[in-house]
């Protein structure tokens, strides 16, 4: 799900065990996560699928209004630890809330069962929370994100409606990151409507490098849509010394780019390494923060305008 290699990883996903509703997006029936708890109603519209997140008529965002709080006066170089591959499996999830920091992003996966109530218990214990988007990745269909997937065979209607079936799948998360997507993010004609409509909403968006060439980047920088990109990829190799390394690594970045973000999923060892880790940052002068504080300053700066 998260890092350069498109294979899904994260906790074990189990099968859904309650009725669900199913869902129509073009051809592809869905499973549509019913109730939930509601956000700010001035940043939320309904769509034809569920609530969508929207700018409110004074110019909030979402990407500003369900950040976690931080000190921008705060000058030290800032990091930001993002854990994924949550939500599908109950047992896992309830255990990363429990033990990890509120200071650590949480990515939640689209086709989660009760989306909305995991969202709210991850805001409620502080965390800030971003949504997967499953993409194309180059070897689809033998890897596949699922049926919701942005594909690049698919006209941009058919994509917008599968990105708005996943934007409304639950409220209160700051933005979006790609699962998988190491075709489809560097396919530009396709990813532009995806990011227009991103930006357009009032979202961020993490991406997790999973391409080499990557049109995120030049097309943020078109919209003016908040960005953030992972610096490192913390447990491909899902051992404590590749993960101390990994998060080593992120310092001396933090250092000379004053922001560094690395990513990796809620493995019970990756928990534990990285809580680890987070208990030194204070003595080392570096400071712990959510995506929204680490998206690059022109982008900010843009997307905070009326």
């Known amino acids: ?163 708005e079936w996943t934007l409304s799948r639950a409220v209160g998360y700051v933005g979006v990151t790609n699962m998988m997507g190491s075709r489809f993010i560097g396919a530009v004609n396709e990813l532009r409507p995806i990011v227009e409509v991103i930006k357009g909403r009032g979202l961020l968006f993490l991406e997790t490098r999973a391409a080499n060439q990557s049109a995120v980047g030049a097309l943020a920088q078109e919209f003016g849509l908040p960005q953030a990109v992972n610096d490192r990829d913390l447990d491909a190799d899902l051992t404590s010394a590749s993960i101390d390394q990994a998060l080593s690594e992120l310092e001396p970045i933090a250092r000379r780019k004053k922001t560094a973000v690395a990513i990796g999923s809620a493995y019970p060892l990756t928990i534990d390494r990285v809580v680890a880790w987070i208990g030194s940052l204070e003595g080392k002068g570096l400071a712990l923060a959510p995506v929204s504080a680490v998206v690059a300053p022109q982008s900010e700066t843009k997307a905070a305008a009326p």
């Open 1 to 163: 799900m998260f890092g350069r290699r498109d294979p899904a990883i994260g906790p074990a996903q189990r099968p859904l065990r309650h009725p669900v509703a199913a869902l129509a997006v073009g051809s592809v029936a869905l499973l549509l996560i019913v109730g939930g708890p509601g956000g700010d109603a001035a940043l939320i519209e309904q769509g034809a699928a569920g609530p969508l997140p929207m700018v409110a008529n004074d110019g909030r965002m979402a990407w500003q209004v369900y950040a976690r709080p931080f000190d921008r006066a705060d000058q030290r170089p800032r990091i930001a630890i993002v854990l994924g591959g949550l939500g599908q499996a109950s047992t896992e999830t309830q255990a990363a809330l429990e033990k990890l920091p509120g200071g650590v992003t949480l990515v939640f996966n689209p086709y989660t069962r009760d989306l909305p109530d995991w969202v709210e218990k991850a805001r409620n214990a502080q965390h800030e929370v971003i949504l997967a988007v499953p993409m194309e990745p180059v070897d689809y269909p033998r890897e596949d994100p699922g049926p919701a997937t942005l594909l690049t065979a698919l006209s941009p209607r058919q994509n917008l409606d599968r990105l």
